[in-house]
């Protein structure tokens, strides 16, 4: 039976895992002389460490994470706020792309997801927010019985900790106290209550908290996902803290990938996962380890397909072409891809010295602002890239878009309820290039909107702001797939996100495109940037002022 180490992690495959031999089956029977635990989580990213807690609260039970990645206390940049986009690229990033998307030109959009524990709890961006009610009660209608907001609601409650902060007035009565997971305000720069204004000058009211049932329409500044030492609070550091960490029936592996989910019969000719294969390279010899119990697949939303294909359970006919036997012909598994587009950064040149580009393009007052985190953990470090939300309806009659003079742009409503928004915006108080991978040039300042693929709008190649803004498609019409290039877990899936492929997403990215260029001209926010028409040089990566936010269309 179970395999427990007293160790906090694990990575040889010797300890917990059994040679695969030849004659190893691809579908067998649990064999007796493999290691085995009762439970087999994949992935230990969000999903896979709040199962490895939970699951081996129970003494009786063993439990195994097998987490591809490395660990995530030892990586600085996970810890410090501000700094997350520093791990893009990295060996903490899986680095995927999609396939050449036909509608942004042939390009192909790069994908982050974390390779570490916690996986993208431990690079993402910080924010806590909920859905909109409306989008739980929609599960509930389509079938998902125990899934609607107030039911949720419970369980957010459970698993968070909010820590007041003095300048944020919101009701802590309606926010967890005692969870794992711990949220809390950070320090916004100035710039920030400026967008705020500047949203209630065109119609988005602001509220105080996204996350209460009174639902997310409006604009607010958001709730990080941060412990009291100004630290990023993952799915890692909140449910595999030393104390879990030192259970006997817990075991992490670290450094090892899941290579396929092995399958037996049952007596009804049902599949029936009884194990794993894994390995340390793609070359190095592969292990099984047997699950008890179960195998709980949590490798996240590209990898999870991914290994179901490679295990045999997926469309028949696309498994064919690789000689995979097939488990299970399910036609659905890697169909329905659904991101949430954005149009990439959009960036409006700010006046110098309100936004917070000096500490990002001046490496002396990156350093400084650095060792003030380290030390005292406070200063920009420590506060959010993106520092306000705003969620809107497309079909908002109040927003300028749906005015007259304003060019009718179609769009079809995919939400849940007239309580949900489908566009989500995003600001950001400094200039952000190639995913932040870029250094802005000095001197220049900027906000930036979140909006991924913004070369097809208005025909601009690149749109950085010092102020960042960006757009998000909430509820995209267009539905892409993820397929296998090979048989192997080495190879990246190969993912087509078929962006844009409907009018109405188009459509909806201009309105929100629209949006961002009209909260940039109001008086609130003008005065604190600087826009120039677009008779600058080409080659500017800011959005021209004579942008019109009543015509701006794509080209
Ligand atoms: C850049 C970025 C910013 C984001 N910002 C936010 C935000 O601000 N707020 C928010 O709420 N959400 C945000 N998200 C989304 C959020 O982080 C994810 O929805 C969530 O982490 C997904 O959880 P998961 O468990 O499904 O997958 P993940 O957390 O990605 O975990 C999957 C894990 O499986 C591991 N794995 C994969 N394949 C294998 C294999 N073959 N063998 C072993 N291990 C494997 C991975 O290394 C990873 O650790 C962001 C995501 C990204 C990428």
Redesign the pocket.
Known sequence: MGNSSSKPFVSDPTTFATPKTTSTPHAGDLEPNWKSYDYVI???????CVLASRLSENPDVTVLV????ARNDDVLFSRIPLA?SRM?RGPYD?QYKTTPQKSLQGRSVY???????????S???????HCAPEDFDDWVRQGALGWGYETMRKYFNKAERYIPHSRHDLDASLHGTSGPWITSHLPCAPISDKILEACDEVGISQIKDFNTSEGTLGASKFVA?VDEKHERSS?ATAYLDKEVLKRPNLTVVLS????KVLFSSDADGMPRAVGVQ?STSKSGPSFVVGANKEVIL????I?SPQ?LMISGVGPAGHLSKFDIPIVCDLPAVGQNLMDHFSAGSMAIRAKPGVTWDEYRSNPIRAVLALIQWLIFRTGPMCSLG?QIGMFVRSDDHQLHFNQAGSAALPTIDMTSGKGAPDIELLACPFTVINSGLTRPPRGTSGITAVSYQTTSIYGLMVLIFYLIKGAILLKPCSKGKIELQSSS?WDHPLIDANYLSHQSDVNMMIKATRLLLRIARTKSLSSWLDVKNSTEPTGDFFWPGDADPDTVGIL
């Open positions: 994949v992935g230990g990213g969000t999903a896979g097998i987490e591809a990645g997350f893009f899986w994908w982050p997801r974390g390779k570490l524990l916690g996986g993208s709890s690079i993402n961006a910080m924010v806590y927010h996902f799915a090892v990938v899941t290579e894994v949590c490798a996240g939303s990898a290994l993106s877990i």
